[in-house]
T-cell receptor
Framework: DGGITQSPKYLFRKEGQNVTLSCEQN?????MYWYRQDPGQGLRLIYY???????QKGDIAEGYSVSREKKESFPLTVTSAQKNPTAFYLC??????????????FGPGTRLTVL | AQSVTQLGSHVSVSEGALVLLRCNYS??????LFWYVQYPNQGLQLLLK??????LVKGINGFEAEFKKSETSFHLTKPSAHMSDAAEYFC????????????FGTGTSLTVIP
């Protein structure tokens, strides 16, 4: 079954701690994305990567970091510099071929709560 | 710049009634348009997409949307609401050759009243 997996589903963090959210895809997609979702605000782009070893900041990158060492994996680290990290985090991927129409496929999400 | 506006953050309909969720977009070039559905604590699932092949697009679960360039709209409709349609719906726009970036609306929560 092709798809995107995110782990863990629920994550609790103490203030001052860094945590890493996992995102893996077996769709052979070049592009991957991280979004943050808060009630009433829709999805906001944190980081995206169109190719291995390259990534760009999205609209709300402060306090977050990513890496893209493998095509299948795009982990997101929420650092202690992120002042309000409690949110639902969604990972997505898409093909970059011209006829793909940019459709993004989403993982099931990770809910992060800061205690 | 690209943007999406979803009118109505909450919509309630009776079971069996017409569902209409509104989406207007702003784009300086021909866009791709998408509707996604999200059930509680889950990821987003694609309902349908407009890619310029046809202005009336049919999707899963009986939903459809019509692209109207003159109105810059892409409203989502379903003739008869079912209880299982209760969810959050997101409209998104993507512009060709912009690195596959999506711009999402703020979502519309659909409640279906029995």
């Amino acid at each position: 079954d092709g798809g995107i997996t995110q782990s863990p589903k629920y994550l609790f963090r103490k203030e001052g701690q860094n945590v890493t959210l996992s995102c893996e895809q077996n769709l052979n997609h070049d592009a991957m994305y991280w979004y943050r979702q808060d009630p009433g605000q829709g999805l906001r782009l944190i980081y995206y990567s169109q190719i291995v070893n390259d990534f760009q900041k999205g609209d709300i990158a402060e306090g977050y970091s990513v890496s893209r060492e493998k095509k299948e994996s795009f982990p997101l680290t929420v650092t202690s510099a992120q002042k309000n990290p409690t949110a639902f985090y969604l990972c997505a991927s898409s093909s970059t071929t011209p006829r793909s129409y940019n459709e993004q496929f989403f993982g099931p999400g990770t809910r992060l709560t800061v205690l | 710049a690209q943007s999406v506006t979803q009118l109505g953050s909450h919509v309630s309909v009776s079971e069996g009634a017409l569902v209409l969720l509104r989406c207007n977009y702003s784009s300086s070039v021909p866009p791709y348009l998408f509707w996604y559905v999200q059930y509680p604590n889950q990821g987003l699932q694609l309902l349908l997409k407009y890619t310029s092949a046809a202005t009336l697009v049919k999707g899963i679960n009986g939903f459809e949307a019509e692209f109207k360039k003159s109105e810059t709209s892409f409203h989502l409709t379903k003739p008869s609401a079912h209880m299982s349609d209760a969810a959050e719906y997101f409209c998104a726009v993507s512009v060709r050759n912009t690195g596959n970036q999506f711009y999402f609306g703020t979502g519309t929560s659909l409640t279906v009243i029995p």
